[in-house]
């Protein structure tokens, strides 16, 4: 990729306490869903992964190349998760993607605005034993929900280097890069209850690392069927090999013995032995999951205490918005209303660019026939090329209308919010609330649509909902829908608009019921999260709108 932020060069040279130093390679992008991993990868870099502001906008690896002076450094933006031992498909891609690239630098992406949450990764990262660096993003959110948080005395609890960070403007960046050279492993280590300590300690011998070991005691982790082929494949083929010249970091040993690169020369744990450990500790009146998960918690918990300071208590703006939008009776309304107000503006400011293009295509029309040229050639000129292309520029100024202003809302936060309010719709057609954000996502796409159906849990819900959302109308069908709606209802075309994708979801929920009879099951349960609303850049929001535009003008 283009190498748009070469101002980030002279920081190649900068090691713990100034001497020279390098960095690694390759980048690992680790951190909890819609935290700001693919926009920090995008000001690096320069890319142009698509983001968005709801969880589950990645779900597959995906990588950019920053290119600096001391060469080029490749940056991999693995999905969100929660935990290192995730369920969901796109969560299960993280853990081998991990394991199998030893030598990579982990930058962990954390939310200042939930820093005890997404600490609880951290630490789990932590466990690892690995080089990394903390990258605190959305530091003034958390300000305006009144904490302040003192990166430096996080990075004095954590033991690694933590830069505050502001993904989508870019700020911060240029000192995140500069820290990189000063990756070291987290000295922050999570106090189990001591009979817990001595099983892993027992279970150490033939695993990787202390995460390992204390996962395997809680159930999240399996010796036997880590790195399947499928997954570890997967990862090792997404991830590819480092970039030449880079100098990778050195081998550094865990707190417990053994090197983060080297794999264990001793035969891992069966499973056998893991259960008798874990039978063991229950007949001592110890349950291994719950401990661990609460011992996480309530080290994140400190950790949070230690590097936040409470400005305030006033009540969050956000949550003033949410309880009119979350409403039962007024959501639904302020949604469809909104989506009617959405198509109107697309008309109304769209209009006088598109008479605009007409003009052009009307002068450009009398031209030809104007000038002496062979009947036929008019005729190409006139019918083919000024009528034809001009028939499909007809549609930029809508398209890119449409696509900006659907851009604004789904950054801004709102497309959680319709799967929340969806949940109680989509439970009684016995499919999970998160099932609605592949159908509102498929007003762009079908096709990433039905792809981004992985991050449901159950695999009946997602075959279920990938033959639902066809129905949809998507970006493709636009073009028609406005022609229709133009040309035989023009004073109500938002409305005729708003009505077909209307009569589109209609349809889809009415096919995921009638699927339910033929694959039955109950509908998993699971948590939501609501992301902050936020006002995205309109840099952003104009590129996301181009993007769309030109992939659709490719296309035509």
């Known amino acids: 990729m283009s190498c748009a932020r070469c101002s980030l060069a002279p920081v190649c040279g900068v090691g713990p306490e100034g001497a020279p130093g390098t960095l690694p390679g390759r980048w690992l992008m680790v951190g909890t869903p819609n935290v700001g991993k693919t926009s920090l990868i995008n000001a690096v870099s320069g890319s142009r992964l698509e983001i968005g502001n709801w969880p589950g906008t990645t779900l597959e690896i995906a990588r950019a190349t920053a290119r600096l002076s001391c060469g080029p450094v490749e940056l991999v933006d693995l999905p969100g998760a929660y935990t290192l031992a995730g369920s969901a498909p796109d969560e299960e ?49 958390a300000a305006q929900r009144g904490v302040q948080i003192d990166p430096r005395a996080l990075e004095a609890e954590l033991g690694v280097p933590v830069v505050a960070i502001g993904a989508h403007t870019g700020s911060g960046v240029d000192d995140l890069v500069a820290s990189a050279a000063r990756a070291a492993v987290s000295a922050a280590r999570v106090r189990y209850p001591a009979p817990i300590e001595a099983a892993a300690g027992r279970l150490r011998t033939g695993l990787r690392t202390r995460w390992h070991a204390v996962s395997a005691l809680a159930g999240e982790y399996e010796p036997a069927l880590a790195g399947t082929a499928t997954l570890a494949t997967s990862a090792a083929s997404a991830l590819g090999t480092a970039p030449a010249g880079i100098v990778p970091p050195p081998r550094v040993p865990d707190r417990l013995g053994g090197s983060a690169r080297d794999a264990a020369p001793a035969p891992p744990p069966s499973g056998n ?11 001592d009146g110890v349950d291994a999951f719950l401990e661990i998960g609460e011992a996480r918690h309530r080290a994140a918990v400190r950790l949070a205490g230690a590097a936040s300071r409470a400005l305030s208590h006033g009540d969050d703006p956000g949550d003033r918005v949410d309880r009119v939008i979350l409403h039962p009776w007024i959501g639904p309304l302020a949604l469809v209303g909104g989506l009617a107000l959405t198509f109107h503006l697309t008309f109304a400011l769209s209009d006088p660019w598109v008479g605009f293009l007409a003009v052009i295509q009307g002068v450009l029309a009398s031209w030809v026939e104007a000038a002496p040229l062979p009947s036929l050639l008019a005729s190409f000129l006139s019918g083919a090329v000024i009528e034809g292309v001009g028939t499909v520029v007809a549609f930029v100024p809508v398209l890119f209308t449409l696509y900006a202003l659907l851009g604004f809302l789904e950054n801004a936060g709102l497309l959680a919010r319709v799967a929340y309010l969806a949940d109680g719709l989509m439970r009684r057609l016995g499919l999970p609330g998160r099932a609605v954000l592949p159908m509102v996502l498929s007003l762009g796409c079908t096709v990433p649509a039905v792809q981004s159906v992985r991050m449901l849990d159950q695999p009946r819900d997602r075959l279920r909902v990938a033959l639902a959302i066809p129905s949809i109308p998507c970006s493709a069908r636009l073009p028609v829908f406005v022609l229709l709606a133009a040309a035989f209802v023009p004073r109500y075309a938002g409305l005729a608009l708003t009505g077909l994708y209307v009569a589109g979801f209609l349809v889809t929920l009415l096919s995921a019921f009638l699927f339910r009879r033929v694959l039955p099951g109950d509908a998993a349960s699971g948590a939501m999260e609501l992301p902050a609303y936020r006002l995205p850049p309109m840099r952003l929001v104009l590129r996301l709108a181009w993007l769309r535009t030109k992939a659709f003008l490719q296309g035509a």
């Open 273 to 283: 032995r893991i259960e008798a450990e874990r039978s063991a500790l229950l007949a």
């Open 93 to 141: 891609v993280l853990l081998p993607a991990l394991d199998d690239d030893p030598d990579a630098l982990i930058v962990n992406v954390v939310d200042a605005s939930h820093l005890s949450r997404d600490l609880t990764l951290t630490l789990e990262l932590a466990e690892l034993g690995r080089p990394m660096i903390v990258a605190l993003n959305l530091v003034r959110q």
